[in-house]
């Protein structure tokens, strides 16, 4: 049974907002809208299924997002990754797209450049979870709604992601500190 | 600062969906919601400036050569077989539609009121909707039959493929001047290889051409690529490395090999998706394997290389007489699946596939019909049905 009519209309306005600012925060304004309408589609289309299941009406929503911006995860490693030039403002004068203007003033120190490109290391569940509390501030009910999991699972999800993220953190931190030493090294050694 | 709190300070400030934007996707979302099929945006003439560059970019980059795609999608309301509108996606800036607006398919994480493909619940993909489809089917898998997928020193594929059931026919004789069928495929008489024995089956035909091996109480089967010669020196270590003790294939794979996928299968659900690609209709072939590795949609002879997929490991391979054949062997949860395409780019695919939508057996059978039945007394009378098993 699809949704259509005013209800549908409503579900639509009441959500979008919500829908967009967390894909667009994963995958960044470009493909956003594109997602943020294919996530209304299904939710039309399988109305029915979430009438059956009697989840939250975010948890939903924010559980068919998941799996849109999952589906495009290179897309997102791509912008964990390059979190500085994502996290650059553009500057000033310079040509911007309307729709990439979502993204401006974050923070660029190597301590959250350091922290992104980790992220793009952990489990997707635990990614997951990580975001939805840190950026979407929801609930752990919210969450278990949306990845189907148990409220129980969702703190530990959430354990599970800050200690994983401090340990690739700080291995890259290592790597990284290796790297730019092993040149001094080798002229020491000449 | 604890990465866990740069990630929080790292959140991107997103202000509301702009308005053009937001007017548009609730265009194109009441057209699916009232069953009409939904209108390509790009012909839109608000569409957003840098959303049309963007698309002309994606158009060259995913379609350049190959001309415009579309799937053909006649939606009808329950009751009517297929009815609707047809659209036919033609124009090379409405194929990016088909690329960068796809419905969204649930291939990974799950709720409760979106199946994920390839999970024990929902382990098919599927069209949306009602679709009018080139072909369907639904194969029960043979008794006792399983795969495996090898990888050789050179990098080529191999496959094997067992079956359980009765002893093999014994060999027919032919009669001198009887009249021979020029497109029958040749089988050569059995040489013995280490301690097994094997035969070359040839045949105009690319997948009528394999290797046989004489084991008790069914049969095995070596599918080499279709370009190599015959009883080359890969193929012979690999039969020379096969023992075989009460229906067991012991392969010992020498140093240098390495076992891609092995398993059995449940079932094989197969639909043909029409296409318009290049002007005129495109074959798109969907063959699904529920509970399954990938060695049974990869036996054959087309050699299989890595490739990246929807974002996961896949292996493409192409046709020997015509490249523009392609064939993608991949999974997406504990379903694997076999693409047979002709003429697409690997974008121009997962274009297609992110059309389709997760369901489970009970909906495959609500919308097309009862699944196959194996059917019949299990035939296997012999005690040592062959099994593989593979050492080093």
């Not at chain 1, 925060?25 to 956003?32: A, E």
């Not at chain 2, 069928?181 to 097994?196: F, H």
């Not at chain 2, 024995?197 to 045949?203: C, F, I, L, T």
């Not at chain 2, 012991?250 to 299968?265: E, K, M, N, Q, R």
Request: a negative charge; hydrophobic letters at 40%; proline letters at 8%.
């Amino acid at each position: 049974m699809s949704l259509n009519g005013p209800a549908a209309a409503r579900l639509y306005d009441d959500h979008v907002d919500m829908v967009y600012g967390y894909v667009a925060r994963r995958l960044g304004p470009t493909s956003s809208i594109d997602v943020v309408a294919a996530v209304f589609e299904q939710a039309l289309h399988t109305y029915d299924r979430f009438v059956e299941s009697k989840v939250s009406q975010r948890g939903w929503l924010m559980g068919l997002a998941t799996n849109a911006i999952r589906l495009r995860w290179p897309t997102e490693r791509e912008r964990l990754r390059a979190w500085q030039d994502v996290a650059t403002p553009a500057p000033a004068g310079a040509a911007v797209d309307p729709l990439l203007s979502t993204t401006a003033d974050n923070t660029s120190s190597p301590e959250v450049i350091g922290a992104m490109a980790a992220l793009a290391e952990l489990d997707p569940l635990d990614r997951d979870i990580l975001l939805l509390v840190t950026w979407e501030r929801c609930d752990s009910g919210t969450i278990a709604d949306a990845l189907d999991v148990s409220v129980n699972e969702v703190r530990a999800g959430l354990r599970r992601a800050r200690k994983n993220l401090k340990r690739i953190a700080a291995a890259q931190q290592q790597n990284d500190a290796a790297s730019t030493t092993a040149p001094d090294e080798a002229s020491d050694e000449s | 600062m604890n990465p866990s709190s740069s990630v929080e300070a790292a959140r991107p400030n997103v202000g509301p969906m702009p308005v053009d934007a937001r007017r548009q996707v609730r265009e194109r979302l009441f057209d699916v919601a009232t069953g009409a099929p939904p209108l390509p945006p790009t012909t839109n003439p608000t569409r957003n400036q840098s959303v049309k560059r963007r698309l002309v970019a994606l158009a060259l980059l995913t379609v350049a050569g190959a001309g415009a795609l579309g799937l053909n999608a006649t939606r009808g309301s329950d009751g009517d077989a297929v009815i609707g509108t047809e659209t036919s996606l033609a124009e090379p800036t409405v194929v990016t539609e088909v690329i960068d607006v796809p419905p969204p398919p649930t291939l990974a994480p799950t709720t409760t009121a979106v199946p994920a493909a390839g999970s024990e619940a929902s382990p098919l993909l599927m069209p949306v909707g009602r679709v009018r489809l080139d072909a369907l089917s639904h194969t029960a898998r043979p008794r006792g039959q399983s795969a495996l997928l090898v990888r050789a020193p050179d990098q080529s594929t191999i496959g094997l493929l067992e079956t359980d059931g009765l002893a093999p026919a014994p060999p027919t004789t032919t009669i001198p001047g009887a009249e021979i069928d020029p497109e029958a495929p040749v089988i050569l008489p059995w040489e013995r290889v280490g301690e097994i024995r094997a035969r070359r089956v040839v045949s105009p035909d690319p997948a009528a051409r394999r290797y046989e091996v004489d084991v008790p109480c069914g049969t095995l089967e070596v599918a080499d690529g279709d370009s190599f010669a015959l009883n080359r020196q890969e193929i012979r270590d690999l039969l020379a490395s096969i023992t075989i003790t009460d229906g067991v294939v012991d392969i010992a794979l020498p140093p240098g090999w390495d076992v891609i996928s092995s398993g059995t299968y449940s079932g094989r659900f197969e639909v043909g998706l029409p296409i318009e690609a290049n002007g005129g209709a495109s074959p798109f072939l969907l063959v699904q394997y529920p509970g399954s590795e990938i060695a049974f949609g990869a036996y054959g002879g087309t050699q299989l290389q890595p490739i990246e997929f929807l974002g996961s490991q896949a292996w493409i391979g192409r046709g020997l007489a015509d490249p523009s054949d392609v064939t993608i062997v991949g999974s997406f949860g504990d379903t694997a699946f076999t693409i047979r395409v002709s003429g697409l780019s690997v974008p121009q695919i997962e274009a297609v596939m992110l059309t389709l939508e997760a369901g489970s057996i009970d909906d495959w059978i609500e919308r097309y019909g009862a699944l196959d039945d194996p059917g019949g007394a299990d035939y296997r009378t012999c005690l040592d049905q062959p099994e593989f098993s593979i050492s080093r």
